[in-house]
């Protein structure tokens, strides 16, 4: 075993039976949560659909065989222990006992086997368990992942949303497990909370299961997650309590706002892993100027970063230079930030052979935003623009489907987005510049079309290299590249916040927010 590989072992030690965080005061068990969401879930079942959206109810209602506390440690979880093998090639699992799914059937290795396969069949985030080559059942509550290489990023990626425990006797009968009718209706989870209903647009209601395998939980009697889209009726409803809880807060005003709120707490702790930033992305693999990375980087010059930090942002958001997040040790804070500078901008536009008219205008481009509180920076784009000679049309905003399906078919010139990391750069990084991700119909994929050997290679290396510091060395060219070739223009990180009533004990502090589990959350009264 080499050292490496032990100080990994050591992190993550077997059987690690850490408590859960110490509790101020005694739980109190009872009431119905009213909690907001900014989104309609498509389905319920995040082993085919990742995002927020389903994640929140889908972690509910689907356990996971790990769970990570705030510092970043695992937690046991459906796995009461896990195992390295020596040479990092293996992952062995031991099941709690007495497990069951919602319906009453034994929770198994046969399920967690399925479980594995279903997300690399169907999850968008292919590379969280593609060296997964085979999973091993030697009994009901053993399971041994049998992996190509190793992977650093492997219990992560069995945490929380990213791998929920699907039931194989329901989702094995034959049927697309992507489009199985009982994703939405019917849904027989192994999670704290059973579904009783999903209005769309309305509500999605979740009550306690009372034969969840931690003895005591969940707390609460009931979920109910409220949809409200609309930024200020969600702020609305928290001021006068009718709400008891809001994450993923990001609209600057309401946050401001809340905070002067004494029955209720806003913070911005919680989304470590998910690690949120926001960038302007371009359709590299289109015939028009977007290909050209001259064009690229002259847009990045003609946009005044600053602005976007301190005026739209209002200076709660850090800068984002890369597509790693500023808080991951991972994070190459060094390279091009590409602070304005007009005069370059129109440099390179003329060296990519877009000379200005006789009206000043060298091509016109279309911006779409892909949530609504990007639209300040969409329209902050189309004035910076105007200044270098390309005239931009900013697309109104529908809805976030209508969006994800234009975008997702490279249907665009530029857009405004919001991108998760997913706690390791092989989870949610990777995925946005793979050439092997592009893919049509799959938003928050390679939309961007961008290629390129040397990333791919880069990539592949730091996916199964342990050492930290060479790790950090793999993904500091890999930023260094990226902020050359400029496939997506970062600005900043999203400065997401829970907001939440005081009288809400154990809010969800760790590091996935409302992605992760809530059989903790209780009401003080």
């Known amino acids: 075993m080499t050292k490496q590989?032990?100080?990994?072992?050591?992190?993550?030690?077997?059987?690690?039976?850490?408590?859960?965080?110490?509790?101020?005061?005694?739980?109190?068990?009872?009431?119905?949560?009213?909690?907001?969401?900014?989104?309609?879930?498509?389905?319920?079942?995040?082993?085919?659909?990742?995002?927020?959206?389903?994640?929140?109810?889908?972690t509910q209602l689907f356990a996971a065989p790990l769970r990570y506390d705030t510092d970043w440690t695992p937690q046991p979880y459906l796995a009461e222990s896990w195992e390295w093998g020596n040479d990092g090639l293996t992952m062995t699992l031991k099941l709690v006992k007495g497990a069951?799914?919602?319906?009453?059937?034994?929770?198994?290795?046969?399920?967690?086997?399925?479980?594995?396969?279903?997300?690399?069949?169907?999850?968008?985030?292919?590379?969280?368990?593609?060296?997964?080559?085979?999973?091993?059942?030697?009994?009901?509550?053993?399971?041994?992942?049998?992996?190509?290489?190793?992977?650093?990023?492997?219990?992560?990626?069995?945490?929380?949303?990213?791998?929920?425990?699907?039931?194989?006797?329901?989702?094995?009968?034959?049927?697309?497990?992507a489009s199985h009718p009982q994703n939405s209706e019917n849904v027989v989870g192994s999670g704290p909370f059973k579904l009783v209903e999903f209005n769309r647009d309305q509500n999605i209601v979740l009550e306690r299961f009372d034969d969840f395998f931690i003895e005591g939980r969940p707390y609460l009697d009931r979920i109910v997650y409220?949809?409200?889209?609309?930024?200020?009726?969600?702020?609305?409803?928290?001021?006068?309590?009718?709400?008891?809880?809001?994450?993923?807060?990001?609209?600057?005003?309401?946050?401001?706002?809340?905070?002067?709120?004494?029955?209720?707490?806003?913070?911005?702790?919680?989304?470590?892993?998910?690690?949120p930033l926001n960038w302007l992305a371009f359709n590299v693999g289109s015939e028009g100027p977007t290909s050209d990375k001259r064009v690229r980087q002259a847009i990045a010059y003609a946009i005044d970063k600053k602005f976007i930090l301190n005026a739209i942002m209002q200076g709660i958001?850090?800068?984002?230079?890369?597509?790693?997040?500023?808080?991951?040790?991972?994070?190459?804070?060094?390279?091009?930030?590409?602070d304005i500078d007009l005069d370059k901008a129109n440099a390179l536009l003329d060296e990519a052979g877009f000379p200005r008219d006789v009206n000043g205008t060298r091509f016109a481009l279309?911006?779409?935003?892909?949530?609504?509180?990007?639209?300040?920076?969409?329209?902050?784009?189309?004035?910076?623009?105007?200044?270098?000679?390309?005239?931009?049309?900013?697309?109104?905003?529908?809805?976030?489907?209508?969006?994800a399906q234009k975008i997702s078919n490279h249907n665009f010139d530029m857009t405004w987005d919001t991108v998760f990391n997913w706690g390791d750069p092989v989870?949610?990084?990777?995925?946005?510049?793979?050439?092997?991700?592009?893919?049509?119909?799959?938003?928050?994929?390679?939309?961007?079309?961008?290629?390129?050997?040397?990333?791919?290679?880069?990539?592949?290396?730091?996916?199964?290299?342990?050492?930290?510091?060479?790790?950090?060395a793999i993904y500091s060219e890999f930023q260094q590249i990226l902020a050359e070739d400029l496939p997506v223009y970062w600005t900043n990180t999203l400065p997401y916040h829970t907001i939440y009533s005081t009288k809400v004990g154990n809010p969800p502090m760790g590091i996935w927010a409302s992605g992760s589990p809530y059989d903790l959350v209780y009401l003080k009264e």
């Open 5 to 58: 590989f032990k100080s990994l072992l050591a992190a993550t030690a077997l059987g690690s039976m850490i408590a859960f965080g110490a509790q101020a005061e005694e739980p109190v068990r009872g009431g119905t949560l009213i909690h907001a969401m900014g989104q309609t879930p498509r389905h319920l079942n995040p082993a085919v659909q990742s995002g927020i959206a389903t994640g929140a109810p889908g």
């Open 100 to 177: 069951t799914f919602h319906d009453g059937a034994p929770i198994t290795s046969e399920d967690v086997a399925f479980s594995v396969k279903t997300v690399q069949e169907n999850h968008p985030f292919k590379s969280m368990f593609d060296v997964v080559t085979s999973v091993d059942t030697p009994d009901a509550h053993t399971a041994v992942l049998n992996l190509s290489q190793p992977h650093p990023a492997l219990l992560l990626a069995m945490s929380s949303q990213l791998l929920p425990i699907i039931p194989k006797h329901v989702y094995g009968d034959g049927q697309d497990v």
């Open 226 to 275: 409220r949809i409200i889209k609309d930024a200020s009726s969600r702020a609305i409803g928290l001021e006068n309590g009718e709400l008891h809880m809001s994450t993923f807060e990001n609209t600057v005003r309401n946050i401001e706002r809340m905070k002067e709120n004494a029955d209720l707490v806003v913070t911005d702790q919680g989304y470590a892993a998910v690690g």
């Open 317 to 338: 958001s850090l800068e984002a230079k890369t597509g790693i997040h500023p808080g991951s040790p991972l994070y190459d804070g060094n390279v091009n930030g590409y």
């Open 366 to 403: 279309t911006i779409d935003y892909g949530n609504p509180t990007t639209k300040p920076q969409a329209e902050f784009t189309k004035a910076s623009l105007s200044k270098v000679g390309i005239d931009v049309t900013v697309n109104s905003f529908v809805d976030f489907p209508t969006w």
């Open 427 to 472: 989870i949610g990084v990777h995925r946005t510049y793979s050439s092997d991700n592009i893919k049509p119909g799959v938003i928050w994929s390679n939309t961007q079309q961008y290629s390129n050997p040397k990333i791919d290679e880069l990539m592949a290396q730091g996916a199964k290299e342990i050492d930290p510091d060479k790790r950090k």
